[in-house]
């Protein structure tokens, strides 16, 4: 088992460790980025206020559910490492059509990120957890950022992050963004999983169970060997088995490689870009 | 290719293999497992049956009876703060831009030995169209934004959108064209864009087609100032902020009427179809953090519309002081189109000044006041105020310019239709290319600017027929 658990002192804020806990922050000028990291939740979670932290930059944030409509985009430094942050629409699911939901989802399915960083709010757990398991479907490398936590505390809610993490098998942070409380942890949680210090094992709820794990190892397998480029094969093979159309009409025209590769290649290589909705 | 369609067909077999339920069970999974773990991980506090300040607050803020006047107050509070607050830095801006600076640039010119059209063009037109609008606009929007910020950080705009989602699914549109509206209060450019909220490509037409209704902040200055000198000059001097307020707010309000109606039209005719259902989140109450979100908002909305302002008004001062001091057969540009288009103004309840200063402004509504004034001065022949032809001037005071106004011929008819036709006019410039740009279509790029001009239009002609018949 090479799955390495940060111990207590390590992601504490004050240790000696992370005493170095604010990040040089690079706005916009995310030139040489080593690691791409995306930024998802569900609306109105404090993704754009986490952004901000992160990158220095003064994204406009809200009390309301779909403020953030395009992708803004911004970088910093960590640990002599740089990074390039992806700020994604809000949303309830990967499953769903809408515009700001189909950026999201087709940024971390075909962007492949070094590590998504779903930002959930810890005093709504529960409905919070729908999108973090869809995303630890997609992919291997994620964080889970347990933001609101002063708000929780106000309301005498208590979220044993360390359960969570055994959970779903990639690191917690307890977060309060808007007091910058955690903020240390959770870029060194971001290191040790771009950098493979930490091998996630993520939960994986679908494929659990024995009659669709082998639907859908069959098809991921013919997927495979028709489209080696393809990421996030098991995704594709899921949605093919609910009878995904969009997924079906992509395969059936090649878009869904065209589709992986462009967008590899976007997230990576784009002159960065901010949008700014004020 | 014969592996695409291998995969299909295995697909398919898959599917017959695991049923007909798979979709139903791989969603009961995730949600059984999301709250499975979330069980273990978290513990909830003891019910406690004291009081609950948010449950109170939410079920008065959303109330149906208390629901209403809350919102109405909360936006009277805000105009009036706005109206009451802006008037001092507003007059000490042109005292410092317009009084000392723009007599110093002149003499400057003089001395360098510019020729009296470059001094003019520069300083005359550009310049003083440039002051104009930084000293009228800065301090409405300073106040304005970080209150309407505050609101947005507290999390009253859901619960807004909340009071205002049966009404707009009653008019064939979605629930959460509240926000889009809602966000069209700043600016109409930037709420075309968060229309993509709406999943439905019909209401999402909908919500851009009617977001030219919520006034924008370039149209605030039009509204404030007219409302401050034609409806709070008929009350008592003590009451007058408050009537000015009142005037603004009812505008809004016939804005959002006009919203649901003419979204509740586009849903019975071009856009057919059913209001999609959709759940919308109250999110909890958040103290508002006030020190960052009025340097937030002063940094992200005031600066960046200000500085949108100042390089529209730039040409548009240059256009201004072209027009009037061009001369063709004795007139000037200025003066022929006027009095070309006054009979069509008159019929209207507006003048040929207003329709020309409209089409000016087409880049820009923030520019529509300083060249209705500047025409206005020039046809009325009032010399003596304005230093010239071509030139934006600050008058000192409201009452200043109610006087020019009053002696171009304007009436109180004159300004409740002016106030009405800036609400009910074209998109910017700036606006109608964000339409184009997200609907990808001519044809409802042209809509967004018809329906509106042509409201507009009917709207203050019935207002000057009714009010000839009245008086």
């Not at chain 1, 093979?237 to 590899?264: C, F, K």
């Not at chain 2, 049956?49 to 809350?70: A, C, H, Q, Y």
């Not at chain 2, 008019?171 to 709420?191: D, P, S």
Request: hydrophobic share 45%; charged share 15%; with cysteine.
């Amino acid at each position: 088992m090479s799955t390495h658990i940060p111990q207590q002192c390590e992601t504490c804020p004050v240790s000696p460790v992370n005493r170095d806990t604010a990040p040089a922050r690079h706005g916009l000028d995310a030139s040489g980025s080593l690691f791409v990291i995306a930024l998802a939740g569900n609306p109105n979670v404090g993704k754009s206020t986490v952004f901000n932290s992160l990158t220095g930059l003064r994204q406009h944030t809200g009390n309301w559910p779909g403020k953030t409509v395009t992708r803004a985009e911004g970088s910093y430094s960590y640990g002599g490492k740089r990074y390039k942050v992806i700020d994604l629409p809000g949303t309830y699911s990967l499953l769903s059509t809408s515009t700001d939901e189909e950026i999201a989802r087709d940024c971390i399915l075909f962007g492949r990120p070094d590590v998504t960083v779903v930002i959930a709010d810890a005093t709504r757990l529960e409905r919070n957890m729908n999108l973090v398991l869809q995303v630890l479907e997609i992919t291997d490398r994620a964080v889970l950022a347990l933001n609101l936590m002063d708000e929780a505390r106000r309301h005498g809610i208590t979220v044993d992050d360390r359960t969570l993490m055994k959970e779903l098998g990639i690191p917690v942070v307890p977060l309060s963004a808007r007091t910058g409380e955690g903020l240390g942890s959770l870029l060194q949680s971001i290191q040790d999983v771009a950098s493979g210090q930490f091998v996630c094992k993520p939960k994986r709820v679908w494929t659990q169970s024995g009659k669709l794990k082998k639907a859908v190892d069959q098809l991921s397998s013919q997927l495979r060997s028709a489209y080696p480029n393809l990421a996030n094969v098991r995704w594709v093979a899921i949605r093919l088995l609910e009878g995904d159309q969009r997924i079906a009409e992509a395969v059936r025209s090649g878009e869904l490689e065209r589709l992986s590769i462009n967008h590899t290649q976007t997230v990576r290589k784009e002159k960065t870009r901010n949008h700014v909705v004020a | 290719m014969s592996s695409h369609d291998d995969i299909l067909k295995t697909a398919e077999n898959l599917r017959w293999e695991l049923g007909e339920q798979f979709h139903d069970h791989t969603v009961e999974a995730l949600y059984g497992e999301a709250a499975r773990i979330s069980g273990r991980a978290v513990s909830l506090p003891e019910k406690s049956s004291g009081f609950d300040f948010e449950k109170t607050l939410d079920r008065l803020v959303t109330n149906r009876w208390t629901g209403f006047p809350i919102m109405i107050t909360l936006l009277a509070v805000v105009f009036w703060l706005t109206i009451e607050g802006a008037n001092i830095p507003s007059a000490f801006l042109s005292g410092i831009l317009i009084d000392s600076v723009h007599p110093f640039l002149k003499s400057m010119g003089a001395d360098l030995g510019f020729p009296w059209w470059l001094n003019g063009f520069l300083f005359d037109g550009m310049y003083l169209a440039v002051a104009w609008v930084v000293s009228v606009m800065l301090p409405p929007m300073a106040i304005f934004f970080p209150l309407f910020t505050l609101a947005e950080d507290f999390g009253y705009l859901p619960r807004v959108a909340f009071n205002l989602d049966g009404l707009f699914r009653k008019a064939g549109a979605h629930g959460k064209q509240a926000l889009t509206m809602a966000m069209g209060y700043g600016c109409n450019a930037a709420a075309i864009i968060s229309t993509r909220i709406i999943d439905s490509p019909r209401e999402r037409l909908i919500a851009i087609l009617t977001n030219n209704f919520a006034i924008c902040n370039g149209r605030w200055p039009t509204q404030i100032l007219i409302a401050t000198i034609f409806i709070g000059a008929l009350a008592p001097p003590a009451l007058s902020g408050v009537a000015s307020a009142l005037a603004v707010v009812t505008v809004v309000l016939i804005g959002i009427a006009m919203t649901f109606a003419v979204s509740w039209g586009l849903s019975r005719t071009m856009l057919k179809g059913e209001a999609s259902f959709f759940s919308l989140e109250l999110p909890p109450y958040r103290p508002p953090r006030i020190w960052q979100t009025i340097y937030t908002s002063v940094i992200d909305r005031t600066l960046i519309v200000l500085w949108r302002a100042v390089v529209w008004s730039l040409p548009a001062g240059a256009v201004i002081w072209l027009v009037s001091n061009i001369q063709i057969g004795g007139a000037s540009i200025a003066e022929q189109t006027v009095q070309f288009l006054d009979p069509v103004g008159l019929l209207l309840g507006l003048n040929g000044v207003i329709l020309l200063a409209y089409i000016i402004a087409i880049p820009a509504n923030e520019i529509v006041i300083p060249t209705v004034l500047m025409l206005t001065a020039l046809v009325a022949g009032l010399n003596d105020i304005g230093s010239g032809a071509g030139v934006m001037f600050e008058l000192d005071s409201e009452l200043a310019t109610a006087e020019v106004l009053h002696a171009g011929g304007w009436t109180i008819l004159t300004g409740i239709n002016l106030m009405l036709f800036s609400l009910l006019h074209n998109p910017c410039s700036t606006t109608l290319y964000t339409i184009y740009k997200e609907t990808g279509s001519t044809k409802w790029t042209v809509l967004s600017a018809i329906i509106p001009l042509v409201i507009g239009f009917v709207v203050c002609f019935g207002v000057a027929q009714l009010w000839g018949a009245l008086s």
